[in-house]
């Protein structure tokens, strides 16, 4: 694979997921479906017991269970589980710690959870809001698991597979990791929701309101918490693989370079990205800001305007400007990994962090491509909207 042809099929994947987007978004509809290869029988309720997990400072977790189409395995899925709370105030911030205090608190863990805000779900962020739900309070994961720990036990072999989503930075979220055919193995599959594009990347280098990367931050926090968490559903903390898939590849991997991570997790899957790809890196983050918060009816004369403005707005509102930014930018920027930011994720250039003999991973990698990594452009459904 070479270099030139990995960055050609970046481009052109990106471009068509924007496109498909905005075909979208002309109808009036911001709906979203994930294809589905995989089939959840959720019909097929056995009168089994609902499993349930206690976690020493955060309370049980009540989920369900399910048997993999066409197989009698018998999975266990607890979804929804906060790893980090975003308060009211603390959108483009690092995530707080979750609340200690509930150790006695049952929660069901059996619903999907809200994706964190993206354009093209703009419809349900706004019905959120309008019930007074606090949008951006979206830091949650689910577990897949075959069996649990033992109630009298605290040891575990079982590998954690921790699925981190694609969909550029401005997409997706951890619904797109269905567990049937990872967990024919035994292995623990955790997948992780975290903040996107304006809400993940929006940097501000003057009043610092706007830190940058803070999707890298959800991250961190959310290996930390697996960390601590994933004995009591049957996984091994000492045995952790992160698995990016396009720009959860690339986030992976830029986390990989921070050294944040680095103790949380040791082995890592890049599918389809790297933290070289240069339509993730961002290049003008000023310039970024303030055009945003301008399409968001910011007053913005320079950048210290930007962050007090834009924590004022909706997240409706800040979707809807990104959307109009990225209409008339050929679809670039506002979703992309910053150079430099304030908690010091991506000091410098990737491409010079891998050259940084401290940074060294010295992990196990698999990294490539799907031999059809991008097909969909020869469909008639991509060039009916080319043309
Ligand atoms: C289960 O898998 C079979 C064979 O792959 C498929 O035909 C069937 O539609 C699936 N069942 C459900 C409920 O989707
Ligand atoms: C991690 O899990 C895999 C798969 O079960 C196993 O082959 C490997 O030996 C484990 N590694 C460690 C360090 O326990
Ligand atoms: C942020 O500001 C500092 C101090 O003025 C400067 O050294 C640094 O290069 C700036 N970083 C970015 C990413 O603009």
């Given amino acids: 694979m070479t270099g030139s042809k990995m960055k050609c099929g970046f481009a052109i994947t990106f471009a068509f997921v924007v496109l498909l987007r905005l075909g979208e978004c002309a109808d009036g509809s911001y709906e979203v479906s994930f294809e589905s290869y995989y089939d959840i029988n959720d019909g097929d309720s056995s009168p089994q017991e609902r499993p349930l997990v206690h976690l020493p400072t955060q309370g049980s977790f009540e989920g369900d269970h399910f048997a993999i189409n066409g197989t009698d395995i018998n999975i266990m899925r607890f979804l929804g589980i906060k790893y980090g709370n975003v308060p009211i105030g603390g959108r483009f911030k690092r995530g707080l710690h979750v609340d200690l205090s509930h150790s006695s608190r049952k929660t069901d863990a059996s619903k999907e959870p809200m994706p964190c805000p993206s354009f093209p779900d703009l419809d349900m962020v706004m019905e959120n809001e309008a019930r007074g739900i606090n949008v951006d309070d979206c830091l949650t994961l689910s577990v897949f698991t075959r069996k649990l720990q033992s109630a009298t036990y605290l040891d575990s072999n079982t590998a954690v597979v921790v699925y981190i989503h694609g969909e550029s930075l401005f997409d997706g979220s951890a619904e797109e990791a269905k567990p049937d055919y990872l967990l024919k193995n035994e292995v623990v599959l955790v997948s992780v929701n975290y903040r996107l594009a304006p809400f993940g990347f929006l940097f501000d280098n003057n009043t610092h309101s706007m830190p940058g990367n803070v999707a890298l931050a959800d991250l961190e926090m959310a ?132 050259k940084d003999p401290e940074r060294q991973l010295n992990i196990p990698l698999l990294a490539g491509v799907t031999q059809h990594f991008g097909a969909y452009l020869i469909s008639s459904g991509f060039l009916s909207i080319l043309i």
């Fill in 223 to 354: 290996l930390q918490w697996i960390s601590k968490n994933i004995i009591f559903f049957g996984g091994d903390p000492n045995n952790i693989s992160i698995m990016g898939q396009s720009g959860g590849a690339t986030l992976a991997h830029a986390l990989a370079l921070s050294g944040k991570a680095k103790q949380y997790f040791h082995k890592m899957i890049l599918m389809g990205g790297t933290a070289l790809n240069p339509y993730l890196i961002e290049d003008n983050a000023e310039k970024t800001a303030i055009e945003i918060a301008k399409h968001a009816n910011c007053r913005v004369y320079r950048l210290d305007d930007v962050g007090r403005c834009l924590y004022n707005k909706k997240s409706s509102e800040i979707l809807r400007a990104f959307y109009n930014y990225k209409k008339e930018h050929s679809f670039n920027g506002g979703n992309k990994i910053i150079v430099g930011d304030l908690y010091n994720f991506i000091p410098k250039h990737p491409a010079l962090m891998i």
